[in-house]
């Protein structure tokens, strides 16, 4: 027994936790193997360099000291920016996947110069190649200004968690009416083209997702506070209140992984939507029935009869 724990408490933190471990562990070995990278996800490195580079979009640029690993990156940075702040619209003007993925941004930019003369390397061997770079150069911007990411990026993904935009749910097949030879096949599709029943291409049904879980996480948040509030904790079973506290403690778990890792959309947040929608409604009932039993008159009992 440890820290008086029970063995069976402690069994059950293994059971959970070894697979994770091994999973995690498989996984960077595998990558180190094939990829010649020792790391659990080199989208992970792709994306801080993202991050950065988004709260960087309002910054004066840092022409110098530049750590010397990062000369030549920053250095396509401060260009691309430049190029940007000419333009009466920008295609950063909203968190997203603009600098994960267009070719003219600062990271594919210094990707394909890093292999310009290589056209053996697989591509995702490349790809996998420089992501503990961006990584390191996505927190270094953060690092040389934390006000700015607040505010030009922690603070936007926060609403964006509130009211994720819909971004692919929202357009039929990206806008396309043509998909990839591999739709193709895995669909059983007899060509290539797809159609859709919307003129304009939008998905009408997803149109109202982002104010549905708006008002599901507003409703999740009072609820619990007014549970608080009325007692709900003394009133339930243990059973039930540590079942609140998990709730609890994954919705917040998940809201600082949202906003803290990538811009948030619509399709990261489906299952949030649907165990928030559950406790909101459980929440929200018991408030209402604490409160109509509290706006009850409270009866009298009558004078007894005077003894004769």
Request: charged content about 15%.
């Amino acid at each position: 027994m440890t820290q008086g724990l029970p063995k069976e408490k402690l069994l059950r933190i293994a059971i959970v936790l070894l697979p994770v471990t091994w999973f995690v562990t498989y996984t960077t070995f595998t990558f180190k193997e094939k990829l010649g990278v020792a790391i659990f996800s080199p989208f992970g490195g792709w994306q801080m360099g993202s991050n950065g580079l988004f709260m960087y979009a309002h910054v004066p640029p840092q022409r110098t000291g530049v750590p010397r690993q990062f000369i030549k990156l920053h250095n396509y940075t401060i260009k691309h920016m430049d190029s940007l702040n000419r333009l009466k619209q920008r295609p950063d003007e909203e968190l997203g996947i603009y600098y994960l993925w267009d070719e003219k941004a600062p990271l594919k930019l210094y990707l394909a110069d890093k292999y310009k003369k290589d056209s053996t390397t697989p591509y995702l061997k490349r790809w996998a190649s420089v992501s503990p770079l961006y990584g390191e150069y996505g927190a270094w911007l953060i690092r040389q200004h934390p006000g700015a990411f607040l505010k030009h990026y922690i603070w936007p993904n926060f609403l964006n968690y509130y009211s994720p935009p819909q971004e692919f749910l929202g357009i039929y097949n990206m806008g396309s009416d043509t998909v990839d030879p591999g739709a193709v096949s895995w669909f059983g599709y007899k060509s290539n083209k797809v159609h859709h029943f919307s003129k304009n291409k939008n998905i009408i049904l997803t149109a109202v997702f982002p104010l549905l879980l708006a008002m599901i996480n507003v409703v999740f948040f009072f609820g619990f506070i007014g549970f608080t509030i009325l007692g709900g904790f003394a009133k339930v079973s243990p059973y039930y209140r540590k079942v609140l506290w998990v709730m609890l403690l994954i919705w917040l778990g998940n809201l600082a992984f949202s906003v803290l890792a990538s811009p948030i959309v619509l399709r990261y947040q489906a299952f949030p939507f649907i165990f928030t929608l559950a406790f909101a409604v459980l929440l929200l009932g018991f408030v209402i029935q604490e409160s109509r039993q509290e706006s009850k008159p409270v009866e009298e009992n009558p004078l007894p009869d005077p003894a004769i």
